[in-house]
């Protein structure tokens, strides 16, 4: 006699392979998870080898990239890395798929990064309902929507500001750099443009953020895409804590010294602290970083700075020692620790979007200095639109010399600004909470999409 099949829902979700795209989804994956659904993520094989994971109830399989042994950083180029990755996760996810719809688990939908449009063509063709995941603001979405539709040109726009429908205005330091310089990165540049490439065929679009943030650009969205913001996909225990044991992404590259910042920390006074981390992508100059390091020693504030290993060699001589008093240099620590913190009142930031939301979820007032991609628009709405920090500004290099990295902390910390900036910092905070609770918009949303599953699986 055969097997009964076990018709329990159960989603298959698809990360870009990169830890800053896989632990958004993680995160939606366990909030899906605690709604009663079995959830499968597909992670490439090197890096299922290579991180630390402790998933939780979300189980993991695998794919290729066709860089098994190596990931990413032994592909020849950005090119031959996408190529291979199109090739080879086509075959391998379609093996999975069909793998899964022969056993008693057969998958009910694929949601996949939409840094991967060729994982929907894989989910229609297997007959399968599939769902975007948008890893970035709106705003930059809708920006890289009209620059892919040839509605938005570059650059420099006579008035010197460029109108983005659904948006605001930007000047053209403020919109992502594959728009301002689109002749940088081309393999990204088409990665991101071609998030949009078949997104009409996708039976949802599920974007990390939450309604309150960009209201008037989801609305824009929601009119053209069956848009559903469900973040922020921060881990539960310091949002709403309804998830159960969610402590934690559970997904690291990296082994954070934990012990050592948080007894640092613990050493410090209430709001005293620059943290300082540019994420696990972004790399300054050698200029940069000395600029950095000395604006850091003259703001005479408390410091805690991430340095990846790869970065060290760019730091001042003997700046380690003699800030000693003053900083810690860690080459990675856990972030969500550090900013939950008492002791830290600034980020020092990118502004990747991921850090970005955690730091406006725990309340953390920030000082923005974007580097490249989405960057600089986050940087503009953390700014002018959110009105929890400043964007540092930069000299005629593109450099954010010393005196003005001092200038940014203090305004950030100190006076009738740095007060404003605390409270709108905890308002933000207040507000991602209510998004992800029960009832709350994003939680919503999630419980809108597993109804719809639910009445289709039937």
Known sequence: MEEK?????????????AQGHINPLLQFAKR???????????????????????????????????????GFESSESNEAYHERLIEFGTRTLTELIEKKNSSNFPFSCVIYDAFLPWALEVAKRLNLPGGAFFTQLCAVNVILYHVYCGKLSVIPPENGTIYVPGVMEFEVSEVPSFVSAPGTYPAFREL??????????????FVNTFD????????????????????????????????????????NLWNPNTGTCMKWLDKRPV?????????????????????????????????????????????????????????????????????AHKAVGCFTTHCGWNSTLEALSLGVPMVAMPQWTDQPT???????????????????????????????????????????????????????????????????NIAEFVAILNKEDR
Request: charged share 30%; aromatic share 10%; net charge negative.
């Open 271 to 339: 709001a005293s602290v620059v943290y300082v981390s540019f994420g696990s992508f972004a790399t300054l100059g050698t200029e940069q970083m000395e600029e950095l390091a000395w604006g850091l020693r003259g703001s005479n504030k408390y410091f805690l700075w991430v340095v990846r290993e790869a970065e060290e060699n760019k730091l001042p001589d003997k700046f380690v020692e003699e800030t000693r008093e003053k900083g810690l240099v860690v080459t990675w620590c856990p972030q969500l620790e550090v900013l």
């Open 212 to 251: 309150k943030l960009e209201g008037e650009v989801v609305h824009w969205m929601e009119a053209r895409w069956p848009v559903k913001t469900i973040g922020p996909t921060v881990p539960s225990m310091y949002l709403d804590k309804k998830v159960e044991g969610d402590n934690a992404y559970g997904l």
């Open 378 to 444: 986050n940087a503009k709405y953390v700014e002018d639109v959110w009105r929890v920090g400043v964007r540092a500004k930069v000299d005629e290099k593109g450099i954010v010399r010393r005196e003005e990295m001092e200038l940014s902390i203090k305004a950030v910390m100190e006076g009738e600004n740095g007060e404003e900036f605390k409270r709108n910092a905890s308002k933000w905070r207040e507000l991602a909470i209510d998004a992800v609770d029960e009832g709350g918009s994003s939680d919503r």
């Open 192 to 205: 991101v443009l071609n998030q949009f490439s078949n997104l009409e065929k996708a039976d949802w679009v």
């Open 5 to 17: 099949r076990d018709r329990a829902l159960h989603v298959l979700l698809v990360p870009y392979p």
């Open 32 to 70: 899906l998870a605690s709604k009663g659904i079995k959830v499968t993520l597909a992670n490439t094989i090197y890096l299922t080898k290579s991180m630390k994971a402790e998933t939780g109830i979300v189980t993991v399989e695998t794919i290729s990239d066709g860089y098994d042994d190596g």
